[in-house]
C-alpha cells in the first residue's frame, strides 16, 4: 500500500496484515504519522486513488477480497458490512440536515439493502421530516435547547404511515445510544449538540446500519475525558448488546488497553507487534512497544526524569534499511542495521493458544529493557 | 497561606464575553447574555514554582491563562504582579511589564509565522523589548539560546515547517524563554504532541525550571503532565476553582466530587484495571447559563439540595491550609476513592461500594 | 530515495542550511526560482507568455523614442504602421507578409494587435495595481483595527460599508454608467473600471487580516510587547503579500477582459487608438468573411490572460516558503529537524 505524493512515493503501510475475529475489539496503537489512520481508510477502501496506490494485498472480509471487488460494489459494503466512527464528529456529520433525518438514511439504506432494493435516498425517508421548528436563540443552553413539545408532536403527526415505523427505528436507535430524549434529539442540527453527544449519534449511525466490522478511528480523541469515559463506557456495554467486530484505532495506549481484547502496534507503516491485549501491555515483546509503555507520564517530579525515547519516527520517504526502529533502538545490533527487516513472527504461544507477533530479532530482550 | 510575596496573585478574578443580542430580544428587553469564561477565581504563583491548572474544555483555564499574559481585559477582579496590580495597565507600560510574563501555545503549527526564519521568531520578544538590538547580537543571542531548549544552533535561518511538532514546541519555549520571564504561561504545551516527544518536552520544562528558577503556570486537560510537572494544581470546572493544592494532595485524595470524576475517568494503561463502566454521567453545562449553586451539581453523584442552591466557597479542608475546596459536603465524601466511580471489570473484583446517601445521580 | 540512519537525516538536514546559505543572496534566489519554474511546466508557461507579453509591449513603445535619438529618425518593431487604411489590399488572408492577414481598411492584423498589447497590458497593470494600493490601504485599516466602539472601528465600518455599496452594482453597468457620464477617452474610462475594481481589494484583504489577526503567532508578538504597528508589518502585511499578489497577478487578466469590453461597446478609448476592444468592436462583422481578423485579436486576448492566470497560480508556490524548501530540494521534504531531548 503506497502513497502517490509529488515526486516520490511514500509506503505508508507495509505488509501490514492481522486477522479481526469474529465479535473482537482489535486496537491498533501508534504515533502521529505510523499509518493506523490509513490502515483504517484503506480496509473500506475510502483512500483517495490517486493519491493512494494499493501495491498488493488482500483485505478479505467475510470471505470476499475486497480489493478485488470492483468498484461500485464497495457501496453496498460500506455502512451494511463495515461501519465507520471518525475523530470529529461535527466534520462527519451534514451540517445542514437534523440529525434524525442522517441517522433515517442510515438506518434506511440498510433496510433497503436487506430487500435487496437500491437505496436510493427517497420518498421514504424524507417523510419523516423533522422540520419547522424555531431556530435557537443565542443564549439559549445549547445542550438543551427549548423545543415546544407541539411542535415535535406535529412534525411526527406529518409523518406517513410508512415512515412511522422508519421514525421508531431512529428513536431505538438513539435510545440504544442512551440518548435520554430522542424525540428532541431528532429535531436538531449537528451544532445545537455537545461533542459527546455528536459522538452518540455517529456510534449510532454506525450502528443502524448493522455492520458486521465497526472501524473506529480515534473516536474519543476529540472529547474531554469525562465525555471519553461515558463514550467509552457507552462502546463497551453496546459491545456486549449489539455483536460486531471493531478495529479500534487511537493513540491513547489508555484507552486501547481498556478497550481491546487485541492490540496490533504499528511503526512507520509496520505492524511491529500483534497479539492479546494483556501480553503487549505486559510482556511486550518488541523495544517500540516496551519504549512507548515506559515513556507515558506518571510520576511526581521528585521521582526523576521522564523516561522517553530520543529521536522520532522516520520519515517515510526515507525509510531507515533493515528495521525500521533500529536508529533508535537500544538493543539494536548489525543484523537490524541491514536489509532484510525482521520478520513478523510468532512467540510460542501462551497456555490459552493466543498467538503473540512480534517482528524483532531479539524479543526475549525486550523484558530485560528498563 | 505562606509569608512569602507570590509573584502573581489573582484575586476574584471575572471574566465575560457578552453575547450579541437579537434585534426582538433587545426589543422585548432580554438582558444581554455573556459567557461566564472565568468567574470569580483566586489563586497564586510564587516564584519558581509549577502551578498546574487542570480542566476540561469550556472551564475557563484558557481564557484565565490569556488574562493572566494580559491578552485578554479582565472584566473585574485584581491580577497583582509582584505585588503591583497589572489588570489594567496599557500602552507602553504594559509592553515593557510583558517582559516579566511569557506564553507558550498549544498550537505547534499556528504559533509561529511561516514565513519568518527561526532566529526572527525566537529574538521577536527581544526586538520588542530592545527595538535598537543589531541583527548580528540578535541571532547570537538565538544561537545560545537554541541549545537550552534541546536544538542545534544551525537552525538559526529555517523556516518553522521545517520542524516536526516537538521541534515546533521547542520554538515556542525558545521564543518565550528569550527574555528570561519571571512566569511562562503553558496552554496546553504538550497536547498536539505524541506520548514519547511529550515525555521529552515535559523534561526538558523541568529542567529548564531548576537551571533558570522560571514560575509556570501550566494550563492542561493532561492530569499526567500536571503530575509530573506541577507542585500545586488547581482544578476548574466552569469558570470557577473546584479545588486547590499540593500535587500530591489533589491527585492522591481529592477531595471535590469533580477532581475525583476527573481522576476516575482518566484511561490508564492498565490491563488489570479495565473499566466497565463509568459513574458520572450527564454534559458539560455551557457557560452561558451555569447551574446556580454548585456548577458540578448537574453531574455530581453526591449531589444534595443545598448544592443546587447556594454556591460553595473555596474553603480549607482536613487541616491542611494549603488545600482548599469548593464543595458543601467536602467533609463527608473526602475519604471516597475516585476508583469508586468506575467499575472494574471483570466481575470478579469486589463490588463497587454503594455511593453514600443522596446519592441519586442526576442524570 | 536515500536510506539513511536517522544520524544521517540530521546530518542531511544541517547539510540542507550550508547548501541553502542564510542570507539567500540574489544568486539562490534566481537558482530558486528557476526551479521551481522547471518543477512547474505550467508556471514556467505562464511566466514564458508574461514575459514575451511585457517585453513586446515594452519595446513597442520604447523603441521609436531611442531610434530616434540614436538613428534621427524613428524604427518600430511593428512591421506596419497601425490602423493604416488602404495599405494593403482588403481582406487578405494570413501570408508571409501580413501573418494575421489584413483587414476592411487594408490594414496589416499583425500590427493592429501588437500595437494595442501596450495599452491593454498599461491599463491590466494600471487598473488592478492602483485597486490592489488603495484596496488593499483601506482592507488593512478596516480589517486590523475594526473593534467596535472606537473611532478606528467606526472607520473600518464606513469603509466596509462604502464597499458593499460599490459592489452592490453590477461591475460593467456602473462602469458604463460612470463613462457615459464623464466622457470618452482612455482617463475616463481607467477611472470607471478603477471605481468598481477597488472594492474586491478590501474585501479580500479585509478577509485576509481578520485571519491572519487571529493566528497564535500574532498572540504571540503581541504577548512577548511587540506594539501594534510592528505586529501590522512584520506578521500581517508579510503575510499579506502572498495572496495579494497571487490575486493581482491573476486579476491583470480579468481587469483587459473587462476593458475590451467596455471599449467593444464603445465607450472606452478613441477608435484611433489601437486597443483590442476597439479592433474587436471593427472586426464583429468579419467572423465569416474575414475570421482571421477576430481570431487574431481573440488569441491576443486569451494568450495574455492565460499567461497571467497561470503566473499567479504558480505565485502561490513560488512564494510559499513551505513548498519553495519541497521543489527547490527534492526528496527533501521530509528533513525535518530532530532535536536531542
Known amino acids: 500500500m503506497e502513497y502517490r505524493v509529488g515526486a516520490g512515493t511514500f509506503r505508508a503501510l507495509n505488509d501490514v496484515s492481522f486477522e479481526l475475529p469474529t465479535h473482537r475489539v482489535v486496537g491498533i496503537v501508534g504515533e502521529t504519522g505510523c499509518g493506523k489512520s490509513t490502515l483504517g481508510h484503506a480496509i473500506p477502501r475510502l483512500l483517495p486513488q490517486p493519491p493512494a496506490i494499493v501495491r498488493s494485498g488482500k483485505v478479505v472480509f467475510r470471505g470476499v477480497d475486497l480489493l478485488r471487488l470492483p468498484k461500485w460494489q464497495m457501496p453496498s459494503i460500506r455502512g451494511t458490512g463495515i461501519g465507520m466512527i471518525f475523530q470529529e464528529p461535527i466534520n462527519s456529520l451534514n451540517p445542514a440536515f437534523r440529525v434524525g433525518d442522517q441517522v433515517a438514511e442510515a438506518v434506511h439504506i440498510r433496510r433497503m439493502r436487506e430487500r435487496g432494493l437500491d437505496p436510493t435516498f427517497r420518498r421514504d425517508v424524507q417523510g419523516t421530516d423533522y422540520s419547522r421548528r424555531e431556530m435557537p436563540r443565542a443564549g439559549d443552553v445549547v445542550s438543551a435547547p427549548f423545543v415546544p413539545p407541539a411542535l415535535v408532536d406535529r412534525a411526527k403527526a406529518r409523518s406517513p404511515p410508512v415512515s412511522k415505523e422508519l421514525h421508531e427505528e431512529v428513536l431505538s436507535f438513539l435510545r440504544l445510544v442512551r440518548i435520554n430524549d430522542p424525540e428532541r434529539i431528532v429535531s436538531l442540527f449537528p451544532h445545537e449538540l455537545s461533542g459527546g453527544m455528536r459522538q452518540r449519534i455517529m456510534i449510532a449511525m454506525a450502528l443502524s446500519g448493522k455492520p458486521g466490522l465497526l472501524i473506529a478511528d480515534e473516536p474519543t480523541s476529540a472529547l474531554d475525558v469525562t465525555i471519553q469515559a461515558q463514550v467509552l463506557t457507552l462502546m463497551k456495554e453496546l459491545m456486549e448488546e449489539v455483536q460486531t467486530s471493531i478495529l479500534f484505532i487511537s493513540h491513547d495506549l489508555g484507552v486501547i488497553a481498556e478497550m481491546a481484547d487485541e492490540v496490533g502496534v504499528m511503526y512507520a507503516g509496520h505492524l511491529i507487534e500483534f497479539g492479546p491485549v494483556a501480553e503487549i501491555f505486559e510482556s511486550p515483546r518488541h523495544p517500540y512497544t516496551k519504549a512507548l509503555l515506559r515513556s507515558i507520564p506518571n510520576r511526581y517530579k521528585s521521582e526523576g526524569p521522564l523516561p522517553s525515547l530520543a529521536g522520532s519516527v522516520p520519515n517515510l520517504s526515507r525509510m531507515p534499511a533493515g528495521c525500521a526502529f533500529h536508529p533508535r533502538c537500544p538493543i539494536a545490533r548489525d543484523v537490524c542495521r541491514h536489509d532484510p527487516e525482521p520478520p513478523f513472527v510468532a512467540a510460542p504461544a501462551g497456555p490459552d493458544g493466543a498467538v503473540h507477533r512480534s517482528a524483532c530479532y531479539f524479543p526475549e530482550e525486550v523484558a530485560s529493557l528498563p | ?363 | 530515495m536515500a536510506s539513511a540512519t536517522a544520524s544521517a537525516a540530521r546530518a542531511a538536514a544541517a547539510g540542507s542550511v550550508e547548501e541553502e546559505p542564510s542570507g539567500s543572496g540574489v544568486r539562490s534566489s534566481v537558482v530558486l526560482f528557476y526551479r521551481i519554474l522547471r518543477a512547474n511546466i505550467l508556471t514556467l508557461v505562464g511566466f514564458v507568455l508574461v514575459v514575451v507579453v511585457s517585453v513586446t509591449a515594452l519595446l513597442v513603445v520604447v523603441v521609436p523614442p531611442i531610434t530616434h535619438l540614436i538613428l534621427g529618425h524613428s524604427l518600430s518593431i511593428l512591421p506596419y504602421p497601425p490602423l493604416d487604411t488602404n495599405a494593403f489590399p482588403y481582406y487578405q488572408a494570413p501570408s508571409l507578409a501580413h501573418p494575421f492577414g489584413t483587414d476592411q481598411n487594408g490594414a496589416d492584423v499583425f500590427s493592429n494587435v501588437v500595437a494595442a498589447l501596450p495599452t491593454d497590458l498599461g491599463i491590466g497593470f494600471f487598473v488592478a495595481g492602483v485597486s490592489l494600493v488603495l484596496g488593499g490601504l483601506l482592507g488593512l485599516v478596516a480589517g486590523f483595527w475594526d473593534t467596535p466602539g472606537t473611532l478606528s472601528g467606526a472607520a473600518s465600518v464606513t469603509i466596509m460599508r462604502l464597499t458593499d455599496i460599490f459592489l452592490s452594482f453590477p461591475t460593467l453597468v456602473l462602469a458604463l454608467a460612470i463613462t457615459a457620464t464623464l466622457g470618452r477617452g482612455e482617463i475616463e474610462s481607467e477611472i470607471a473600471i478603477l471605481a468598481t475594481w477597488w472594492p474586491f481589494y478590501v474585501r479580500l484583504t479585509r478577509g485576509e487580516v481578520l485571519s491572519i489577526k487571529t493566528q497564535p503567532y500574532v498572540i504571540a508578538a503581541r504577548a512577548a510587547g511587540v506594539p501594534e504597528s510592528r505586529i501590522l508589518f512584520r506578521h500581517v502585511v508579510r503575510n499579506l503579500l502572498e495572496p495579494l499578489a497571487v490575486y493581482f497577478t491573476m486579476d491583470v487578466g480579468t481587469v483587459i477582459v473587462t476593458y475590451s469590453t467596455i471599449s467593444y461597446i464603445g465607450v472606452g478609448v478613441p477608435a484611433s487608438i489601437p486597443e483590442w476592444g476597439n479592433l474587436m468592436y471593427g472586426y464583429q462583422d468579419l467572423l465569416l468573411t474575414a475570421p482571421w481578423t477576430v481570431w487574431s485579436v481573440t488569441g491576443a486576448i486569451f494568450v495574455t490572460v492565460l499567461g497571467f492566470s497561470l503566473l499567479g497560480d504558480g505565485l502561490r508556490d513560488i512564494l510559499d516558503p513551505r513548498s519553495r524548501r519541497i521543489v527547490a530540494s527534492p526528496g527533501r521534504q521530509s528533513s525535518k529537524l530532530e532535536p536531542s531531548s
Not at chain 2, 505585588?83 to 498549544?106: E, S
Not at chain 2, 520588542?128 to 544561537?143: D, H, K, S, Y
Not at chain 2, 521541534?167 to 527574555?179: H, K, T, Y
Not at chain 2, 473499566?275 to 453531574?299: D, K, M, N, Q, V
Open chain 2, 1 to 363: 497561606m505562606t509569608d512569602e510575596v507570590p509573584l502573581l496573585e489573582v484575586v476574584e478574578l471575572q471574566k465575560h464575553f457578552p453575547l450579541a443580542r437579537t434585534l426582538t430580544e433587545a426589543l422585548r428587553g432580554h438582558a444581554r447574555l455573556a459567557i461566564r469564561a472565568v468567574d470569580g477565581v483566586s489563586f497564586d504563583v510564587r516564584p519558581g514554582e509549577t502551578v498546574g491548572l487542570i480542566g476540561e474544555s469550556g472551564s475557563g483555564k484558557t481564557t484565565l491563562g490569556w488574562l493572566v499574559a494580559r491578552l485578554h481585559e479582565p472584566t473585574s477582579g485584581a491580577i497583582r504582579f509582584d505585588g503591583r496590580d497589572i489588570g489594567h495597565l496599557q500602552g507602553r507600560a504594559l509592553r515593557a511589564w510583558r517582559r516579566n510574563v511569557q506564553i507558550v501555545f498549544q498550537d505547534p503549527v499556528g504559533s509561529l509565522d511561516p514565513r519568518m526564519r527561526v532566529w526572527e521568531i525566537v529574538s521577536e520578544p527581544i526586538r520588542a523589548q530592545a527595538p535598537r538590538t543589531r541583527r548580528a547580537e540578535l541571532r547570537e543571542r538565538v544561537r545560545q539560546l537554541l541549545p537550552t531548549v534541546g536544538l542545534p544552533p544551525e537552525c538559526l535561518d529555517q523556516y518553522p515547517h521545517e520542524f516536526s511538532g516537538g521541534g515546533r514546541q521547542r520554538l515556542s519555549l525558545a521564543r518565550a524563554l528569550s527574555l528570561q520571564p519571571r512566569l511562562v504561561v503553558l496552554d496546553e504545551p504538550t497536547s498536539a504532541l505524541d506520548v514519547a516527544v511529550q515525555a521529552q518536552i515535559l523534561n526538558r520544562l523541568v529542567a529548564l525550571q531548576s537551571e533558570f528558577g522560571f514560575a509556570y503556570l501550566l494550563i492542561t486537560h493532561n492530569v499526567s503532565a500536571v503530575k509530573y510537572c506541577a507542585d500545586r494544581v488547581a482544578v476548574m470546572y466552569l469558570g470557577k476553582l473546584a479545588e486547590v493544592g499540593p500535587v500530591h494532595a489533589v491527585l492522591e485524595r481529592p477531595i471535590h466530587p469533580y477532581t475525583k470524576a476527573l481522576l476516575a475517568a482518566l484511561p490508564v494503561p492498565d490491563v488489570r484495571r479495565r473499566r466497565a463502566r463509568y459513574r458520572i454521567s450527564g454534559e458539560i453545562p455551557t457557560l452561558i447559563r451555569p447551574p446556580p449553586g454548585c456548577r458540578f451539581a448537574t453531574r455530581c453523584p453526591f449531589v444534595i439540595d443545598r448544592c443546587r442552591t447556594e454556591e460553595p466557597l473555596l474553603r480549607v479542608v482536613a487541616g491542611d491550609p494549603s488545600h482548599r475546596v469548593a464543595c458543601h459536603r467536602a467533609e463527608e465524601v473526602a475519604d471516597i476513592r475516585p476508583e469508586t466511580l468506575i467499575q472494574v471489570e471483570p466481575a470478579a473484583d469486589p463490588p463497587a461500594t454503594p455511593l453514600p446517601a443522596a446519592a441519586a445521580p442526576a442524570s
